[in-house]
């Protein structure tokens, strides 16, 4: 929703800047999503100041005649300006563009900015303008003479008149009906500041004559509850005054003509649609506010024929339809240049009607927007009186009507309970009885029945979001300012205890999700397998198989201990038709016996074979390796919460050629390597394959719903590489350890970027290339404390693991 600036202090006084009142707004709940400048002149005249021609010589070039003028602008020495008009004389008041003024077109585009230059061999410093030149109308006949005792130097704005208006951009929420317009901010304003709203009078409204009637009949008063008209006889269609057209520019809309751009006026002024019909138009006299069949066609005003449904409310004479009522009148009735005679409507019209309406034709006008959320049922005769006033004022004629007024139910005030205990509690704060009153009362909620313990308000229906005792105290909060209501010392919240138990499924698709959007495809096996896969891995199982006493084949004998050869086969299968480059995951459960008795085991089982990626013209395949699966895992964990976790290199498996063991809170819970050789040819997998078995029971065991909050630090981090040579045994765990040992507090990431391998390392060495980021959350960090952190942790690889630094 757009204001204008200048069309606000027209209800109420205004002596903040457009940014102050941007905070007041805001503060109110009508949030500000933008002011911009509206000049009615191109450039509002900025740099034109008047001027008085204290000297003028005449001098020729070239058979034109120019004058050699010095003008007193204001400053402490006159202006030399060369003028090529004829009329200009000492002793003038004139309009002078300085150095640095821009001048611009009738589009409102820049032409040229004045500089101080030499013209015609003289020093020119600025223009003495004509009207053109300035932008107050077409003449180039010679300069403008002004008849004035303002002083020179004064701001052209002033001699003119000439007031900036600025468009204040409102982002309305649904539920603030009440301030959809001018009137409606400036009742927020008043609330805010204590400041009285001033309504134009409409006390010079009466009726001249009855010799132009419509009768008025409304059959659906549910959908359209109030009705007002009257007919306005002898006016004039012409162009809006200037002051009219430059308000309805400023917020966006293009003036049409006196009748409808007050209709616009009071629209947007007031919060009050309106329509203007031909009279002539209203074919017997009569208006009838109604449904009709479903299927009636009918044309609007944007020519567009559209084809009614049977609760479409409708605005008729006694033949045809005229407009669709609340939303878009039509196309035969609307107001022409040849027009007469006027028949102004306003009306309260159902929100869920004219809602439903303009959904079902895809229609979003003025009128709509403010009916769907409500108007203020009361202030509709206010409105038709003025605008007549207003149609009298700028386009003639006289009233020729009684007024009609159609309102048999007046819409009720709500009442409401409002008790000061819940007032303190919503707000969280104990305010005083009287202001909580003087601010009701501001915001023209009465105040009765009141008892020590509370009140009773009576709202008036325009505030159609304030029909609860929450709404009350929203009310009352938005006005005192939220930024008003202090923070405890001590804060804190009691929602982590609400938290639903644990639910494995929402963990599972969680995981399922996370891995799914890294490229893994999820499978789901059979748990049924040969016994001949367990006798493969003896050593790495639990206990005995649990074998099928009804079984179909051997191949399907028993319940599988290992979710190893039940991957392997979905590989197998996938890889003997073309699909080489597999990343797979499987939610399933082990079975073995001890002693007698039966245990399940759920696992997630994660296997990837082949290429990262599809090879491509831009970059060569990438053999899928050890790392890659244990990156995956690793973030995995993360995700889950599990931070501090350890590892181990697998040793003895049957299943694995290498690997790692993952410890959390003391239990070795996720394995994963590169399958042996053997284990893969005997599923008829010939390639690569690395394996990750995780203890999703244990797993979910020891995952907590915790929330941790940590600030964000304003200061940066730092990163700082070192290149270790070290033994071939050394673990990139064990550089982890040593790296948190020696430095606690600035250490907050550690990685590996490099891994080399070569001759000329020597034999039994490695090289490690390690990225170190340091960031301290209470400073920026000093290169002098980088440096000695630096120094810190060489000295610790050094000693501890023997490391040769190479930086």
Not at 424 to 450: A, P
Not at 452 to 479: H, Q
Not at 600 to 629: C, D, P, V
Not at 720 to 740: H, M, N, P, Y
């Amino acid at each position: 929703m757009k204001i204008s600036l200048n069309w606000l202090k027209q209800f109420i006084e205004i002596n903040e800047s457009p940014e102050e009142l941007d905070q007041m707004l805001t503060g109110t709940g009508l949030e500000v999503e933008g002011i911009e400048r509206h000049d009615s002149i191109p450039g509002g005249l900025q740099g034109f100041v008047v001027g008085e021609v204290l000297t003028c010589e005449r001098f020729m070039v070239k058979e034109k005649q120019l004058s050699l003028t010095t003008v007193d602008v204001g400053q402490e020495t006159p202006s030399q300006i060369v003028c090529g008009a004829a009329n200009v004389d000492a002793g003038q008041k004139v309009i002078v563009a300085t150095v640095g003024t821009t001048l611009y077109d009738k589009e409102g585009k820049p032409v040229f900015a004045i500089s101080s230059k030499k013209t015609y061999g003289h020093l020119s410093e600025g223009m003495i303008c004509a009207e053109d030149e300035i932008g107050i109308g077409s003449s180039h006949d010679g300069i403008l003479v002004l008849d004035t005792d303002l002083p020179n130097g004064t701001p052209a704005t002033k001699y003119f008149n000439l007031e900036a208006d600025y468009m204040i951009e409102i982002g309305l929420t649904p539920n603030r009906a009440d301030a959809a317009s001018h009137w409606g901010v400036a009742r927020d304003i008043k609330a805010a500041t204590g400041r009285e709203i001033t309504l134009p009078s409409v006390e010079a409204f009466k009726v001249d004559n009855t010799n132009f009637p419509i009768e008025l009949v409304v059959e659906d008063a549910q959908a359209c509850p109030r009705f007002c008209g009257v007919t306005i006889d002898g006016v004039s269609v012409k162009p809006s005054p200037e002051w009219l057209q430059n308000a309805l520019i400023t917020i966006g809309l293009r003036p049409i003509n006196n009748i409808v751009d007050i209709t616009n006026f009071i629209c947007h002024g007031l919060g009050q649609p309106m329509h203007a019909y031909d009279w002539s138009a209203i074919k017997g006299q009569k208006v009838l506010v109604k449904t009709l069949p479903a299927g009636t066609k009918f044309t609007t005003l944007d020519e567009v024929e559209r084809t009614l449904g049977e609760t479409d409310l409708m605005v008729c004479n006694a033949e045809e339809p005229m407009g669709i009522a609340g939303v878009f009148g039509g196309a035969t009735s609307g107001i022409k240049d040849e027009t007469t005679r006027v028949y102004l409507e306003v009306a309260y019209f159902d929100p869920a009607s004219v809602r439903k309406t303009a959904q079902r034709h895809g229609l979003k006008t003025d009128a709509s927007f403010r009916f769907e959320r409500g108007t203020d049922p009361n202030a509709k005769l206010y409105a038709l009186k003025y605008a007549a006033l207003l149609i009298q004022e700028l386009a003639g004629g006289v009233i020729a009507s009684e007024v009609s007024d159609f309102y048999p139910t007046p819409i009720q005030d709500f009442v409401v309970p409002v008790t000061y205990r819940n007032i303190d509690r919503l707000i969280g704060k104990q305010l005083e009885k009287e202001l909580i009153k003087s601010i009701l009362v501001s915001l023209d909620i009465q105040i009765t029945e009141e008892t020590e313990a509370g009140f009773t308000a009576i709202v008036p229906p325009y505030r159609v979001d304030v029909t609860r005792e929450a709404d009350i105290i929203e009310e009352i909060l938005r006005v005192y300012g939220f930024n008003n209501i202090e923070l405890s010392e001590n804060l804190g919240t009691d929602y982590l205890s609400d938290f639903p138990a644990k639910d494995r499924d929402k963990l599972q698709w969680k995981i399922a999700t996370g891995l799914a959007g890294s490229g893994f495809s999820e499978i789901i096996t059979n748990s049924l397998t040969k016994p001949s896969y367990a006798a493969l891995i003896q050593s790495d199982l639990q206990g005995e198989n649990v074998e099928i006493l009804n079984k179909l084949s051997e191949d399907l004998a028993v319940m599988r201990q290992s979710m190893v050869f039940s991957g392997l086969e979905v590989l197998a299968h996938n890889i003997n038709r073309r699909q080489k480059d597999l990343k797979l995951f499987d939610f399933g459960k082990t079975y073995h016996k001890v002693n007698d008795k039966y245990v399940e085991k759920r696992h997630l089982a994660i296997y990837i074979t082949g290429n990262i990626s599809a090879e491509t013209w831009q970059a060569k395949s990438e053999k899928i390796s050890f790392h890659t699966l244990a990156n995956v895992v690793t973030k995995l964990l993360k995700s889950l919460g599990f931070k501090d976790f350890q590892t181990r290199p697998i040793e003895g498996s049957a299943t694995f050629e290498y690997g790692l063991n993952y410890v959390i809170n003391k239990k070795e819970c996720v394995s994963l390597g590169l399958v042996k050789a053997k284990l893969a040819k005997a599923a008829d997998v010939k390639q690569a394959v690395f394996y990750a078995d995780l203890d999703w029971d244990y797993l979910f065991k020891q995952y907590k719903e915790n929330v941790v909050f940590t600030e964000l630090s304003k200061f940066p981090e730092v990163r700082r590489d070192l290149s270790l040579v070290l033994d071939k045994e050394v673990t990139f765990d064990q550089i982890q350890k040593l790296a948190k040992q020696y430095e606690k507090n600035l250490l907050r990431q550690i990685n590996v970027f490099d891994v080399y391998q070569g001759e000329n390392l020597g034999e039994g060495k490695k090289s490690y290339s390690v990225s170190f980021i340091l960031q301290d959350n209470e400073q920026t960090l000093t290169d002098k404390v980088i440096d000695k952190t630096m120094e810190r942790l060489m000295a610790g690889f050094e000693k501890e693991i023997g490391a040769v630094i190479r930086k």
